[in-house]
C-alpha cells in the first residue's frame, strides 16, 4: 500500500468521522439526535453509511464487470424489481408485519431478487448471449417493472397512491435496528463475495478474452459478481426505497483518490459511501427547516437524484470510455 493510500483512507475516516459527529448534533428539524439517540439517531446514521457503502461497493462491481463507467446497481433492473414488489403489496394490504418484518420491505427484497434472477435468466437463453445481453435484458426488465408500477399506481387510492409515491423518493427514516441487522447480513455476503473475487474484478476489467487467458472463470466468476452485486442492492432498496446515483457516483470520486485496482478502491468506495449518504440525508432532511422553518423532510432520495443527474452530464460532455478514470 503506497502513501497515496494511506492518505486517501485517513482523509476518509476523518471525513466519515465529521459527518457522523455532525449529524447526530444537528439532528432532524432543529431537534438534535442526541434527544433521541437509540430510537432513531443511531439506526438512521447507521443505516445511511450502510446503504451509501453497500450501493458504492455494488456500483464498482457493475462498471467493472460492464466495463461500462455509467453502469450503476439500478441498470438491470432491481430497483425497479423491488418497487413493484413494495408498490403491489401496498395496494393489496397497504402494510403490516409478518414474523416481525415489515410487509412492504419483503415484498421489495422479493421483488428485486425476482427481478434479478429473470434478467439472468433471459439473458442466457441465447447461448451467445454475453455482458451485453444481460445489460440490455436487464434494461428491458426495468422497463417492464416501471410500466407496471404505473398500472399500480393507476389502480391504488389516494391513501395507498401517496404512500407508494414516498416508499419510492428513497428514505433512511427506519426505526430500531433490526432493518440495519437485515442489511447487514446481505452486505456481509455482497462484501464476502468481493474479498474473494477481487482480482476477478480487475481482469475482467480489461474484458473477457484477457480475463480467460489469466485462468478466470468468466462464466462463473461473472454470475457470483452479478449475484452477490445485485443482492447488495436489493438489502438496501428493501428497506430504503431506490435511493438513486449514489453506485454511479462514488466508485468515480474513489479511483480518482486510490487508483482502479479493487484491493484498494472497494475500501475506498465503503468509506466515501459511508459518509457521503448521511451527509446527504443531513442536508435533505433538514433542507425545508433551514429555508422556511417547515419540519416536513425531503426524502434523501431526491436529493441523491438531483446530485446525480448532474454528475451523469458531467460524464456524458466528459465523453471519456475508460472506467479507470474520468
Given at each position: 500500500?503506497?502513501a497515496r493510500h494511506?492518505?486517501?483512507?485517513v ?6 468521522a465529521?459527518?457522523s459527529g455532525?449529524?447526530?448534533?444537528v ?7 442526541s ?6 439517531g443511531?439506526?438512521?446514521?447507521l ?6 457503502a453497500?450501493l458504492a461497493v455494488a456500483?464498482?462491481m457493475f ?19 423491488a418497487s ?7 395496494l ?12 412492504v ?5 422479493a ?8 434478467v ?5 437463453l441465447r447461448r451467445s448471449?454475453g455482458?451485453g445481453?444481460l ?10 417493472c ?6 399500480v399506481?393507476?389502480l391504488?387510492q ?7 409515491l ?9 426505526v ?6 437485515e442489511?447487514?447480513a446481505?452486505a ?8 474473494w ?12 478474452v ?5 485462468g478466470?472463470?468468466?462464466g462463473r ?5 452479478y449475484f452477490a ?11 430504503c426505497?431506490p ?5 454511479l457516483?462514488i466508485p468515480?470520486?474513489a479511483?480518482?483518490m ?7 478502491l472497494l475500501?475506498a468506495?465503503v468509506?466515501t459511501?459511508?459518509a457521503?449518504?448521511?451527509l446527504?440525508d443531513?442536508l435533505?432532511?433538514?433542507?425545508m ?8 423532510q ?6 441523491t437524484?438531483l446530485?446525480?443527474?448532474?454528475f ?6 466528459r465523453?471519456r470510455?475508460?472506467i479507470?478514470g474520468l
Amino acid at each position: 500500500m503506497t502513501a497515496r493510500h494511506w492518505q486517501a483512507y485517513v482523509l476518509l475516516v476523518a471525513l466519515l468521522a465529521a459527518v457522523s459527529g455532525i449529524s447526530v448534533a444537528v439532528g432532524t428539524t432543529g431537534v438534535p439526535f442526541s434527544l433521541t439517540w437509540h430510537e432513531l439517531g443511531l439506526p438512521r446514521l447507521l443505516m445511511g453509511m450502510l446503504a451509501g457503502a453497500s450501493l458504492a461497493v455494488a456500483g464498482a462491481m457493475f462498471q467493472s464487470l460492464f466495463r461500462n463507467p455509467l453502469a450503476s446497481p439500478y441498470t438491470l433492473g432491481v430497483s425497479s424489481g423491488a418497487s413493484l414488489g413494495a408498490a403491489v403489496v401496498i395496494l393489496l394490504v397497504g402494510g403490516g408485519l409478518w414474523h416481525g418484518v415489515p410487509l412492504v420491505s419483503l415484498a421489495a427484497f422479493a421483488g428485486a431478487v425476482v427481478c434479478m434472477s429473470v434478467v439472468y435468466l433471459v439473458a442466457n437463453l441465447r447461448r451467445s448471449g454475453g455482458i451485453g445481453t444481460l445489460l440490455l435484458a436487464g434494461i428491458t426488465i426495468g422497463f417492464i417493472c416501471s410500466a407496471l408500477i404505473v398500472m399500480v399506481l393507476f389502480l391504488a387510492q389516494r391513501y395507498d397512491l401517496e404512500a407508494i409515491l414516498q416508499w419510492t423518493m428513497g428514505s433512511l427514516q427506519v426505526v430500531g435496528f433490526d432493518p440495519v441487522y437485515e442489511t447487514l447480513a446481505m452486505a456481509a455476503v455482497g462484501g464476502g463475495v468481493v474479498a474473494w473475487l477481487h482480482r476477478d474484478l480487475d481482469l475482467l476489467m480489461m474484458g473477457e478474452v484477457v480475463a480467460a487467458g489469466r485462468g478466470v472463470s468468466v462464466g462463473r466468476s461473472r454470475l457470483v459478481i452479478y449475484f452477490a452485486a445485485s443482492l447488495l442492492t436489493a438489502g438496501v432498496v428493501a428497506h430504503c426505497g431506490p435511493i438513486g446515483f449514489v453506485g454511479l457516483m462514488i466508485p468515480h470520486l474513489a479511483r480518482h483518490m486510490v487508483g482502479p485496482q479493487h484491493r484498494y478502491l472497494l475500501p475506498a468506495c465503503v468509506l466515501t459511501g459511508a459518509a457521503f449518504l448521511p451527509l446527504c440525508d443531513l442536508l435533505a432532511r433538514n433542507a425545508m427547516w433551514w429555508m422556511t422553518g417547515d419540519s416536513r423532510q425531503v426524502p434523501v432520495g431526491v436529493l441523491t437524484n438531483l446530485i446525480g443527474g448532474a454528475f451523469f452530464l458531467y460524464l456524458l460532455l466528459r465523453g471519456r470510455g475508460g472506467i479507470g478514470g474520468l
